[in-house]
């Protein structure tokens, strides 16, 4: 079953209104036919425009025409009226896009983002919820897994928040975890963040990230290239990671494991110019071991989000800048890191049991190997520390002391 809600308009004014895209009804349920009508698809769509124009001239086409440039089946799905199901899909957007703070961006329109226009395969229709001018935005990628630690996440809201307080605005997917945590931070700065979705806009997916989504749509921007109604389907997300990379001028990953989703995204980047920078992080942290790959396939280890805006040419890596990151990583609120209060220090056992457990994950056994404890005393004062915001328990029975 989809895990989906519905998405509530932006109660901002309409921050579309002086970008250039497509109003007009009539021209919108041309594209919208060109692009949902069953068999044809993006490939033959951009066939299509590049050989006819638009899709009001396309459809007036005939078939002989048509099938010089297309298959015979495809010619004659181009020809076809709309089914039941199409009309009402086109009738229910054109009423959509007409609901404050939305727009559908064409490709022939000159509000359509620049960068997106450098892709191999720019999406056909862009559908955009919130403010669609920071798609022109100086921005940078942010993304990583979806089950982070609690390090990663704070990483990502801190970084996020830095670079967002140097008016940079943050590219993420509205996943759980990294993304998630990337989102809050820019909203936590004076900068903003654009989430590229792998659904239609009406749908949040995931649900848990629906109040999330409601405050992007109100400060920032959700994207996706996918129709109304369009749930949650497996191949729909590594196609929108080349949007995430595609919108930024870099990319960040913050953690990934060797078969991380993420790395996709780095690829990408890569292959469409981008800078891509990684957090390092514990050579036994089954989440470290894809930002490291990155790292030794060439990505910039970055220590503070100062590094990335230095090698951009955004700004020179100051103590400012250090400082902004370490502040964000301090600042708690609901939507900047969070950072336990003043708590007392650990006791003599306790701190004896932090010095043992390092900064790497270590399992049960080998804690007992190191302090001669036996396990039942040593999960009693793990469990503590877990509970006190010292330590965190991973995957695979293993723990992780937190800075």
Request: aromatic share 4%; proline share 7%; charged share 20%.
């Amino acid at each position: 079953m989809t895990d989906a809600s519905q998405v509530a308009a932006p109660a901002a004014a309409d921050s579309t209104a002086s970008l250039s895209c497509t109003r007009d009804p009539a021209e919108l349920a041309a594209w919208l036919r060109l692009t949902e009508t069953p068999g044809v698809g993006p490939v033959a769509a951009r066939q299509l425009l590049a050989a006819f124009g638009l899709p009001q001239d396309i459809f007036a086409q005939p078939y002989a025409a048509l099938a010089k440039v297309l298959p015979e089946r495809q010619a004659r799905a181009v020809l076809a009226e709309p089914d039941d199901t199409l009309a009402a899909l086109i009738e229910r957007t054109v009423a959509w896009v007409n609901e404050p703070g939305n727009a559908i961006f064409t490709l022939a329109d000159r509000g359509y983002p620049p960068r997106l226009l450098e892709l191999p395969d720019p999406p056909t229709l862009l559908y955009t919820k919130g403010d669609a001018s920071l798609l022109r935005a100086a921005a940078v990628g942010v993304v990583g897994a979806r089950s982070a630690t609690a390090a990663g996440i704070d990483n990502a809201r801190a970084f996020s928040q830095a670079l967002s307080a140097a008016s940079v605005t943050i590219v993420s997917g509205l996943a759980l975890g990294i993304d998630a945590a990337a989102h809050e931070g820019a909203l936590a700065g004076p900068g903003s963040t654009i989430a590229v979705v792998g659904t239609g806009l009406d749908i949040v997916y995931p649900a848990r990230n629906r109040a999330l989504a409601h405050r992007i749509a109100e400060a920032g921007v959700i994207i996706s290239e996918y129709p109304l109604g369009m749930g949650a389907r497996a191949e729909n997300f590594p196609r929108r990671n080349r949007l995430i990379s595609g919108l930024a001028r870099g990319l960040l990953v913050v953690e990934a494991a060797a078969q991380s989703g993420s790395l996709i995204t780095a690829r990408l980047a890569a292959e469409q110019g981008r800078d891509v920078f990684a957090i390092p992080g514990s050579i036994h942290s089954p989440l470290a071991k894809g930002c490291h790959l990155l790292i030794k396939q060439g990505a910039k280890l970055v220590e503070t989000a100062a590094d990335i805006l230095d090698e951009l040419g955004w700004g020179r890596a100051s103590a400012p800048a250090k400082r902004a990151t370490r502040a964000a990583a301090a600042e708690a609120s609901p939507t900047a890191p969070v950072v336990p209060a003043a708590r007392p220090a650990p006791s003599v056992a306790e701190t004896a049991l932090l010095d043992a457990l390092g900064f790497d994950p270590v399992d049960l056994d080998t804690l007992c190997e190191r302090t001669g404890q036996a396990a039942a005393p040593l999960s009693a004062q793990l469990l503590a520390l877990e509970l006190d915001g010292r330590v965190e328990r991973q995957p695979g029975g293993r723990f992780l002391r937190l800075p």
